[in-house]
Each structure stands twice: as structure tokens, then as C-alpha cells.
């Protein structure tokens, strides 16, 4: 079933909207939660308060695309349970990920943080646009998605140390355009 | 800053960054779906290029090289000494044969009215007057570096049906062979 008949369906309050949702991209949204929640009962949980969040908003919204804007709520709701939990229990993907991340966009005399949420978001943009679109996506797929390196290699066809070698660039990338901008500072 | 600010961040990405990461997700699936597909395919040619080659070895649907003839016994003969053209055989040679009476009787029981010989327009009076089953014991000896088959003194019965128009003997089916007869 396309996204526009899946969208119908809420918009008529039918409730088979979710099945459809759930037939479509279910494995998606689990898979995304669990390697933010490292758990899959959270993960369930937060899949199905994701489903329940778009039922409660759909209408009016009219979301398109509407795989992205699951995961959105998806991936909002697991950082929620996330963060949640404290440190020692968190474990998974996006842990190491956020650990990877740390080392790039922490800034040794930083007293404290500089920006806020949206801002910084405006100037990642601005870094995104300049990267390839290949290392774009490489870059969402590790730091919004938190895909291993082996998951992203499958989808890239690249190798795994490829795909670190990569990253690992980006990140170096990064912290030169965030120290250009003295986003630390 | 710290990590949850950069992830509240990425939070508030444009949608568009993260549509642009999900169509790898399409790309991947439908590489993945053509990928599974050759994948079955390979496994299920292979899977038939094994049976084939294990059916061949084991002789399971190797043709009886025979000769029909008036006589089911001369028949069943040609068609074990027939063995000897085959590249795995090494020896053969008949020992006894005999139309099996009982075990006529038996099959034809069996077959008698079953959707089976329906299938092949044999009637009872058909299979009470053309049919037959020949036993045969013979020596065989195989090359082992080509046939998984066992080898030595071996009983087999064999199934005829009689055409009746030439009046000749065909073996249309036969028994496994029991190599554990003595000499």
C-alpha cells in the first residue's frame, strides 16, 4: 500500500491505518528505536507510543514523507527512554555513536554549551550541505540512525573499515567547521 | 557542548537530510530483494544439480537398457545384462530368473482398481492377463569411483506389462535391489 493510501486511512479514522503503518515500516521503526534503547521490549513500547502518536496527529498534519516522519517520532521518543535510563544501563549503538561524536564536538576549555538545539541544527545543516552526498548519508545513518558501521557498510557496499575511515574523517571535518564558527567558544 | 545537545540537534534536522539516508534503505531492500532471489535460485539450481547428480549416481532413474521381447524372462535378462553397457558397471552376469506367480497375484491385488492403473487405462482383465512379475538374481559388480551403488549378489523383482498388439514385455517398474542375498 503506498504512503497516500496509508495516509487516507488515517485521515478516514480507520484504524487498519496502523497495520498498514506497522506491515510497512514496523521492522524500520524497531530497528531504529532498538539500537537507540538497546532493548527490545523499549523498543516495542516506543514503536507503538510512536504509532500512537501519529494516529493522534494525523489528522491534521499530513506528513510527506511519511516513513521520515515516524522515525522522527520514533527516534524522539527512544532518545526520551534514552536518557531516561541512566548511563550504565544504556548500552547499544547510539551509545558508542554519541561516544564517537563526543571526541569531535567537545572542546577542551568549554565552560558551557554555547548554543542551542535549533541553532546548532541550522549549522550542521550548513556542514551537511557541504559534504558529498554519499558521506551525508553515511554521516545520518551513524549519528541520526545510529547504524553500525556493518549496517552501513551493507548499504553502501562499501567496507566496514571504509565506512569507519569515513566517519572518521567527517568527524575531524566537523570539529574544523564548528571551531571556524567558534560554536565552542 | 555534549553529545545530548548534539543529538537534540540532529532532533531538529531537516526532514530532507533524513528521507535522503532512508532511500538507502529502498536502494538496500531492493538490491537485497534481487539479491535473495538469485540466492534462491542458485540454491534451488543447485539443490537440482545435486539431486540429479546423487538420483544418477544412486541409478534411481537410470533407464533399464532393455530389449522387449515376447518373453518377460528373455526381457528382464536384456535389461540386467543391459547393465554391463553402463560406464559404472564393471561385471554382470544373470544367475536365476523366474516369473514370480505369488507375487504376480500380489501386485496385481494391489493394482486392481487403484487410481494408479486407472491413471494408465489397465484394467483388472488387463493386468490378470498382461502383466507379470519376473524375479531375477544376478552378480554385478560396480566401479566404485563412479556409482554409490552396492555391488555383489543382488535380487531385484521386476514389474512387466505386455503390449497387445506386439505381444512383448516391457519393464515398466522393479523393486530396489537386495544386494544382502547370498551366493
Known amino acids: ?185 | 557542548m555534549n553529545a545530548k545537545l548534539f543529538s537534540d540537534a540532529m532532533g531538529e534536522l531537516d526532514c530532507k537530510y533524513i528521507e535522503e539516508a532512508l532511500s538507502y534503505n529502498k536502494l538496500h531492500m531492493s538490491k537485497r530483494k534481487s539479491k535473495r532471489a538469485a540466492i534462491f535460485i542458485a540454491a534451488a539450481m543447485a539443490i537440482f544439480v545435486l539431486c540429479g547428480f546423487a538420483a544418477y549416481e544412486l541409478g534411481l532413474f537410470d533407464p533399464w537398457f532393455q530389449k522387449p521381447s515376447a518373453d518377460p524372462l528373455q526381457t528382464v535378462q536384456s535389461a540386467i545384462e543391459g547393465q554391463g553397457d553402463k560406464e559404472y558397471t564393471v561385471f554382470v552376469r544373470v544367475e536365476e530368473m523366474k516369473v514370480d506367480e505369488s507375487e504376480t497375484g500380489r501386485v496385481v491385488d494391489r493394482y486392481s482398481g487403484s487410481e494408479f492403473a486407472k491413471a494408465r487405462g489397465w484394467t483388472d482383465e488387463y493386468l490378470a492377463e498382461h502383466f507379470v512379475v519376473v524375479w531375477a538374481k544376478y552378480y554385478v559388480e560396480y566401479d566404485h569411483t563412479k556409482t554409490f551403488m552396492d555391488d555383489g549378489y543382488t535380487e531385484q523383482y521386476f514389474y512387466l506389462i505386455q503390449d497387445p498388439e506386439t505381444g512383448k514385455w516391457e519393464i515398466i517398474d522393479n523393486t530396489s535391489p537386495n544386494t544382502s542375498a547370498s551366493p
Open chain 1, 1 to 185: 500500500m503506498k504512503d497516500e493510501q496509508i495516509l487516507e486511512l488515517f485521515f478516514r479514522r480507520d484504524q487498519q491505518a496502523i497495520q498498514e503503518v506497522d506491515r510497512q515500516y514496523g521492522a524500520l521503526c524497531r530497528s531504529l528505536s532498538y539500537r537507540i534503547v538497546n532493548s527490545h521490549q523499549d523498543a516495542e513500547e516506543c514503536v507503538n507510543d510512536a504509532y500512537l502518536g501519529a494516529w493522534n496527529a494525523i489528522p491534521p498534519a499530513r506528513p510527506s514523507p511519511l516513513p521520515a516522519y515516524l522515525c522522527q517520532i520514533v527516534r524522539n521518543l527512544s532518545l526520551k527512554r534514552y536518557y531516561q535510563k541512566g548511563a550504565a544501563k544504556r548500552g547499544g549503538t547510539y551509545t558508542v555513536a554519541m561516544e564517537e561524536i563526543e571526541a569531535a564536538i567537545a572542546a577542551p576549555d568549554t565552560v558551557e554549551d554555547t548554543v542551542e538545539a535549533k541553532e546548532l541544527a541550522r549549522i550542521l545543516e550548513d556542514f551537511l550541505d557541504t559534504l558529498p552526498l554519499e558521506n551525508r548519508r553515511i554521516f545520518l545513518r551513524r549519528y541520526w540512525f545510529a547504524d553500525s558501521c556493518r549496517d552501513i557498510a551493507g548499504l553502501t557496499g562499501l567496507t566496514e573499515k571504509n565506512v569507519s575511515v569515513r566517519l572518521t574523517r567527517i568527524r575531524g571535518k566537523l570539529k574544523r567547521y564548528l571551531m571556524e564558527r567558534e560554536v565552542f567558544v
